[in-house]
C-alpha cells in the first residue's frame, strides 16, 4: 500500500484525490495547506484525518510514499524538493513544473539524488484521444509527419504547456531545434475570475501566481521531424481546448481538445486517397488515475514515465523559448541558455 499525502488542497488536488480513489494500492493519508478551511475542506470530502498547515511538518511526521503538489507553479520547487528529501518514492507534481529553467534543474536533481520518480501532471497523454493519436502516429498511420498544430485557449504557461507537452507526445518526444515565436502582451480578459488559479487577478494581473501574456503564436522545429505550430490565447482559434490537426504525408488526424457540452469529443482520422473521415471510439479514461499507475509500475520496475521531471523541463524550455524568441525579435535555438522567466523580466524592466 502507498501512503499519499498532498501538499495544497484546491481544485486540482480534488481530482488527484479521486485519480487515486480508483488506483487500489493508494491510499491517502495527510493533507497539508497553508489554509486551514481549505485543507479541512479536502480532509471532509476525501476522510482525510492528518491535517496540517504546514507541508514541512506533514513530510516529518507521516513520511508519505507518495507526495501530490497541487500548489500553484512559484510553489511548485520547494515542496518537490522537500518532498524528495523526506524520502517520498514518487511525487506528483502539477503542472507547469517550475515558472524557470535552473528551478526544474533543482527539483530534478533533488529527486535523483533521493531516488524519487518525479513526474509533472500533464496528465492528458493518459487521455484516451490523444493516446490513441499517437499510436496511430507511431504506426504509421498519416505516414511521415509533416506538421503538428495546437490549438489552446489560455496563456502559454498554464495551458499551453499541456499543448506544448501534447504536441512532443505527437512527435514522438523528438528533441527540438529551435522555436520563433511571438506574444500578445495585451492582459486577456477575465470575467469570472473565482476559479482556475485567476483569484486575485484584479490585485495582480498574475495567474496561477505568476504574470502571463494573452497570446502566443510560434514555431517549433522537431529536429528532423515535423513543424509545430502552436496558438495559444488571443492567437488561438476559437475551436477548443487542446484540440490538434496532425499533417503527415499519407493522410492527418483532428482531435477535438477536451469536450464541452457543445463540443464533444472525437478523434478521426482520414487516410489519403479515402472518401471519408474514419471516426475512431475513445474508451473512457481518467487520465489522472492513468498517470498514477503509471507512477507505481515507474517506482516498482523502473518502467519510464512519460510524465518524467525532464519531460516537464523540455516543456517549460519551449514556453519560455517562445517568450524569449518575441523579446529578442529572433528564432532561438535550443538548449536554450535562460535562466529567468522572460515575462517577469520585462515586468521588472
Ligand atoms: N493538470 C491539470 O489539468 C490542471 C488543471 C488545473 C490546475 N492545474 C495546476 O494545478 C496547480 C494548482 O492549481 P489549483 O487550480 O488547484 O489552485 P488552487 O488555488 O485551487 O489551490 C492551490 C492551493 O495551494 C495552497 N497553497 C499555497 N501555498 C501553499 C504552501 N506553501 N503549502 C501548502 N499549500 C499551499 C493554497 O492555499 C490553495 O489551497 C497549478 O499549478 C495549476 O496550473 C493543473
Not at 479514461?285 to 517506482?299: C, G, H, K, M
Not at 529572433?330 to 536554450?336: G, I
Amino acid at each position: 500500500m502507498y501512503r499519499v499525502g498532498f501538499i495544497g488542497c484546491g481544485g486540482i488536488a480534488r481530482a488527484h484525490a479521486k485519480g487515486y480513489a480508483e488506483v487500489p494500492e493508494c491510499q491517502i493519508v495527510a493533507a497539508a495547506d497553508i489554509s486551514r478551511e481549505a485543507v479541512d475542506g479536502f480532509g471532509e470530502q476525501f476522510g482525510v484525518s492528518r491535517r496540517f498547515t504546514s507541508y514541512e511538518e506533514m513530510l516529518a511526521a507521516e513520511k508519505p510514499d507518495i507526495v501530490s503538489v497541487c500548489t500553484w507553479p512559484p510553489q511548485h520547487p520547494d515542496p518537490v524538493v522537500a518532498a524528495a528529501r523526506a524520502g517520498a518514492k514518487g511525487i506528483l507534481c502539477e503542472k507547469p513544473m517550475a515558472l524557470t529553467l535552473p528551478e526544474a534543474d533543482r527539483m530534478n536533481e533533488a529527486a535523483r539524488a533521493s531516488g524519487s520518480i518525479l513526474i509533472v501532471g500533464h496528465q492528458r497523454r493518459f487521455d484516451s484521444r490523444y493516446a490513441l493519436a499517437r499510436t496511430l502516429v507511431a504506426d504509421g498511420a498519416v505516414g511521415t509527419l509533416e506538421e503538428i498544430l495546437a490549438i489552446c485557449n489560455g496563456d502559454l504557461f498554464s495551458d499551453g504547456t499541456h499543448a506544448i507537452d501534447l504536441m512532443r507526445f505527437l512527435a514522438g518526444d523528438a528533441p527540438v531545434s529551435w522555436v520563433f515565436g511571438q506574444i500578445d502582451l495585451r492582459q486577456p480578459t477575465v470575467t469570472n475570475t473565482a476559479h482556475v488559479g485567476y483569484q486575485r487577478w484584479h490585485e495582480t494581473a498574475t495567474r496561477y501566481g505568476h504574470p502571463i501574456e494573452g497570446g502566443s503564436l510560434a514555431q517549433v522545429q522537431f529536429t528532423d521531424g515535423p513543424r509545430g505550430i502552436l496558438e495559444t490565447g488571443f492567437a488561438a482559434r476559437p475551436q477548443g481546448y487542446q484540440r490538434f490537426r496532425v499533417l503527415g504525408s499519407e493522410g492527418r488526424i483532428e482531435i477535438s481538445g477536451d469536450p464541452t457540452p457543445r463540443a464533444p469529443q472525437f478523434l478521426r482520422l482520414r487516410r489519403r486517397g479515402a472518401g471519408d473521415w474514419e471516426e475512431i471510439e475513445l474508451p473512457p479514461v481518467n487520465a489522472f488515475a492513468e498517470e498514477v499507475r503509471a507512477l507505481i509500475a515507474s517506482i516498482e520496475r523502473g518502467v519510464p514515465h512519460l510524465l518524467s521531471g525532464e519531460s516537464g523541463r523540455a516543456n517549460i524550455e519551449i514556453a519560455i523559448a517562445v517568450m524569449e524568441s518575441a523579446f529578442r525579435h529572433e528564432r532561438v535555438t535550443l538548449p536554450l541558455d535562460v535562466a529567468d522567466h522572460p515575462l517577469i523580466r520585462h515586468q521588472a524592466t
